[in-house]
Each structure stands twice: as structure tokens, then as C-alpha cells.
Nanobody, 126 residues
Framework: QVQLVESGGGLVQAGGSLRLSCAAS????????VGWFRQAPGKEREFVSAIRCGGANTCIADYADSVKGRFTVFGDLVKNAVYLHLNSLKPEDTAVYYCGASASWPLNVATKVDYWGQGTQVTVSA
């Protein structure tokens, strides 16, 4: 069983930045892969980014095309946490952002997620 808690969402102007955090407990990042997904009103939950971490805090990251070059995902095996840095934000990035844990890789579809956090709202104003 894995518990995930997201934090760091908020309201920001277009072009601004935010950092989202996903704290994991019940298992370690070296066991599970962690993905970030988002869901806007009336839309399906979509893949944003994912990370796979191994020994010596080495990690492999994956990104959706829509966020590549703007968002960066980091894993910290010591803190057992994953961070998503959101830069150059656009109004279309507005959504509830969820982190999810899975034993699968690649972790680029929501159906592969085994455990979900509660989500954190990101709102980008024009």
C-alpha cells in the first residue's frame, strides 16, 4: 500500500511558475514509479510526466509533448518524494494535478496507476 500526498498548487499568472510536491509513504520510490497527471473540468485525466528512480538517486523522466521543455520532474529517494516544477505556465495548464504510483513503466496512461493522491489545483490566469 502506498500513500501519496500532493501539495504546492495555487493561482499563478501566465508565464509564472509553481512547484508541486508528492510525498510518498508505505513504500519507496525505488520500488514504485511515480507519474503526474492532470484533469481539467469536463476532460479526461491526462499524462503530464513520470519518473523512475533507481539506486544512487538516479532517475529517468518522461514528459507529455505539451509540457516538454516547460515542466521538470525530480525524484528524491532520501525524502521519498517527487517534485514537478511547472515553468512558463499557460492558461491551458489549469487543472487538478494528481500524482500516482505504479509498478509499471512507462507510466503514461492513468489506467496504469495503482495508487492516487488527492490532487492539487493549479489555476493559471491569462
Amino acid at each position: 500500500q502506498v500513500q501519496l500526498v500532493e501539495s504546492g498548487g495555487g493561482l499563478v499568472q501566465a508565464g509564472g511558475s509553481l512547484r508541486l510536491s508528492c510525498a510518498a509513504s508505505g513504500s519507496t520510490l525505488s520500488t514504485y514509479r511515480v507519474g503526474w497527471f492532470r484533469q481539467a473540468p469536463g476532460k479526461e485525466r491526462e499524462f503530464v510526466s513520470a519518473i523512475r528512480c533507481g539506486g544512487a538517486n538516479t532517475c529517468i523522466a518522461d514528459y507529455a509533448d505539451s509540457v516538454k521543455g516547460r515542466f521538470t520532474v525530480f525524484g528524491d529517494l532520501v525524502k521519498n518524494a517527487v517534485y514537478l516544477h511547472l515553468n512558463s505556465l499557460k492558461p491551458e495548464d489549469t487543472a487538478v494535478y494528481y500524482c500516482g504510483a505504479s509498478a509499471s513503466w512507462p507510466l503514461n496512461v492513468a489506467t496504469k496507476v495503482d495508487y492516487w493522491g488527492q490532487g492539487t489545483q493549479v489555476t493559471v490566469s491569462a
